[in-house]
């Protein structure tokens, strides 16, 4: 069972625009949402994260919104530039959980057209 | 800063075969990942380790094998490859191994079986 759901699959947005990538997840006890930028033959890097207390979370650019009551979240990314051309994990965990337990979403591939 | 290096980028096996991925780390963080990413799927956690000589498998440790001797690395073996199989095999650590801290990716071994 995807413990954490992305939408959409693929994002096309042009230079300047605000792309929107969308997260959702099922178990109400996940109270840390990191999201993960991979560009092409490189691994995963931590973007931006957020806890459960807030519900924005801004980081130049890069905006997460959360709503806990509709377990939704979303990341904004303004101004998009080619190089933020990459794909965008949303993931999720309980910080009282046992180790290791992040639970990664499927993945929106961004394309940011000059 | 440190990095994670694995070996080899790319693997080429056959059916039935056994197959050994490696991935060192210099941060001297506790614990260590391998993820499996598959297109669509996202990351699935196959073994963890919080320290040297320990083993906890994650969700799809079946077909897998790992290996912790030393704090710095940690191995991979697919067991029996299977025909046709194609995945990027990501290793990542971390400093302890809560389920709120950054994880750290190596750039990942691609696996094709012929």
């Known amino acids: 069972q995807q413990q954490v759901r992305q939408s959409p699959q693929s994002l096309t947005v042009w230079e300047g625009e605000t792309a929107i990538l969308n997260c959702s997840y099922e178990?109400?006890?996940?109270?840390?949402f990191p999201w993960y930028q991979q560009f092409p033959g490189e691994g995963p890097a931590l973007l931006i994260s957020i806890l459960s207390v807030s519900d924005k979370k801004e980081d130049g650019r890069f905006t997460i919104f959360f709503n806990k009551r509709e377990k939704k979240l979303s990341l904004h990314i303004a101004d998009s530039q080619p190089g933020d051309s990459a794909t965008y994990f949303c993931?999720?965990?309980?910080?009282?959980?046992?180790?290791?337990?992040?639970?990664f979403g499927a993945g929106t591939q961004l394309i940011v057209i000059p | 800063g440190g990095i994670i290096t694995q070996t080899p980028k790319f693997l080429i096996g056959q059916e039935g075969q056994k197959l050994t991925l490696k991935c060192q780390q210099n941060?001297?963080?506790?614990?260590m990942y391998w993820y499996r990413q598959d297109s669509g799927k996202g990351l699935r956690l196959i073994y963890y380790?919080?320290?040297?000589?320990?083993?906890q498998k994650g969700d799809l440790s079946e077909g897998y094998d790992a290996s912790r001797e030393k704090k710095s690395s940690f191995s991979l073996t697919v067991t029996s490859a299977q025909k046709n199989e194609m995945a990027v095999f990501l290793c990542?650590?971390?400093?302890?191994?809560?389920?709120?801290?950054?994880?750290?990716f190596g750039s990942g071994t691609r696996l094709t079986v012929l």
């Open positions: 990542a650590s971390s400093i302890w191994g809560s389920s709120a801290e950054t994880l750290y």
């Open positions: 941060f001297n963080h506790d614990t």
């Open positions: 178990n109400s006890a996940f109270d840390y």
């Open positions: 993931a999720a965990s309980e910080r009282g959980s046992a180790l290791g337990r992040l639970h």
């Open positions: 380790s919080i320290t040297e000589n320990d083993l």
